[in-house]
């Protein structure tokens, strides 16, 4: 692929009034329209030439014969990572995200909603954001008979997080083994997040079953494997999935959204993206196929991690949308979001 050196001054020029118009208009650009846009004085010819260079360097596309000009995807991620000029975040929408994000009186789980909905609302675009269930501080748990062979597990967390998961156990199980599995667990999960629990529990149990009833083991293990187990590690939220059809215009883009809604709703492979991100520094920026997630929707997703005490990063924060996002404008956008997430709960 092109790298940014190789381009002169002109291409570079000509280059960035088109993803700009992209940008704008989603529409494609010719040469004339061009002409009356730069900042060098440059002949519609001229202006040609250099499109049709750009064109075979697999920068820009013609949609269709005659056509003006798009950036392709290998296009706008150059562009990007290398020609944009990332703006300041506009005092209004700094002062709309401090607003929505105030943390009086608010759990983690509360903020983290409130952020999403903030990115949401003004990015038009779906906001998302990765937060592990297993850094909350443990503060009770409880076991309740539903039926023969299925018990109701509630974990409770020291910021305020309730939630629910079903367990299957032996039928006939009588309550005082629920009672007794729920006594084990609170008088050895205080002050601990679930992933230290079960450590410290297991072992325990491996050690010395004798302290609980058979049956009672059986419910504390499979109740910490439920939580503990594959998939429960990280709670995802996603908010403003209708954003994305706003810019929709043609039946096959409309097909290419709807894949990306049920990958959304497994919601395994964005898990996966983001638990990438939180390992790099700083804002994330995935464009179209660079990921499998967005190869058929053409999508692009803008993330940032956000830490917690010392700086330790526990999730991240960002925005999914069409491929011709206003990267200057949502990139500092997410950026800022996520550093008010970490000052607050920091």
Request: proline residues 4%; charged residues 25%.
């Amino acid at each position: 692929m092109t790298k940014l050196e190789e381009l002169d001054k002109r291409s570079r020029e000509v280059f960035r009034h088109i993803v700009d118009s992209y940008v704008e208009t989603g529409e494609p650009v010719g040469s004339k329209s061009l002409s009356g846009r730069l900042d060098m004085s440059l002949s519609p010819a001229t202006i040609r030439s250099i499109m049709a260079d750009l064109e075979a360097n697999g920068l820009l596309y013609a949609p269709h014969t005659s056509a003006g000009r798009l950036p392709t995807e290998a296009g706008l991620r150059l562009f990007v990572h290398g020609i944009l000029e990332i703006g300041d975040l506009a005092p209004q929408e700094q002062k709309e995200i401090d607003q929505l994000c105030k943390s009086t009186g608010k759990n983690r789980a509360d903020l983290l909603e409130d952020a999403t909905k903030a990115l949401c609302g003004l990015s038009r675009c779906a906001g998302i954001v990765l937060a592990p269930k297993s850094e909350s501080i443990l503060k009770h748990v409880e076991f309740v008979n539903l039926s023969p062979g299925r018990v109701l597990v509630i974990l409770i967390t020291e910021d305020g997080l309730v939630e629910n998961r079903i367990i299957e156990v032996p039928q006939g199980i009588p309550p005082s083994n629920l009672i007794e599995a729920g006594n084990y667990l609170n008088s050895r999960l205080a002050g601990k997040t679930l992933h230290e629990a079960k450590t410290k529990i297991l072992g325990e149990l491996e050690e010395n079953r004798s302290q609980l009833n058979l049956l009672s083991a059986d419910v504390v293990e499979k109740g910490l494997a439920i939580w503990a187990g594959k998939g429960t590690a990280t709670s995802l939220i996603v908010r403003g999935q209708s954003n994305l059809l706003q810019d929709v215009r043609h039946v096959d883009e409309l097909n290419r959204i709807r894949t990306l809604f049920d990958a959304l709703d497994t919601q395994e492979e964005l898990v996966e993206l983001l638990d990438a991100a939180i390992a790099a520094q700083g804002v994330q920026i995935f464009i179209g196929s660079e990921n499998d997630l967005f190869s058929l929707s053409g999508c692009s997703l803008i993330v940032s991690p956000y830490s917690a005490d010392q700086g330790r990063v526990v999730g991240a924060i960002g925005v999914i949308g069409p491929a011709r996002l206003n990267y200057s404008r949502i990139i500092p956008m997410v950026d800022y979001t996520a550093k008010l997430i970490s000052k607050t709960i920091g």
